[in-house]
């Protein structure tokens, strides 16, 4: 079977503001990334369940958020039926619980 991606603007958002981050210093080490990132979201049309529920979001009853870690960067997405929902991209390194708990506040609002 193969899920129907959507990747919304505030995830573009997300990966423009990683790549920004290091553009000036590493060109390369963006570029990098990008095609890292771009690779794994692309993955998701294929078997997006064998990734992890995002543990983070369990301490709030939350089980409907899976991930796919790269490197640094962790891309959150739920499954409905046949489409996967890109949530947000994240860079791990940072306070990765209340990130989420915030964008999801957000979202709900």
């Keep these: 079977m193969e899920y129907t991606v959507h990747i919304p603007n505030s995830v573009k958002k997300d990966i423009e503001e990683i790549i920004e981050y290091y553009l000036l210093e590493k060109p390369d080490y963006a570029k990098k990334i990008f095609e890292l990132i ?24 939350i089980n409907d958020y899976r991930e796919l870690i790269e490197s640094y960067w962790r891309i959150i997405y739920r499954i409905e039926n046949n489409h996967v929902e890109v949530f947000t991209v994240i860079d791990s390194r940072r306070n990765v619980q209340d990130l989420l708990v915030e964008k999801l506040k957000r979202k709900v609002v």
């Design 38 to 61: 771009t690779t794994r979201l692309h993955s998701l049309k294929y078997f997006p369940q064998k990734s992890r529920i995002v543990s983070e979001l369990l301490e709030y009853n």
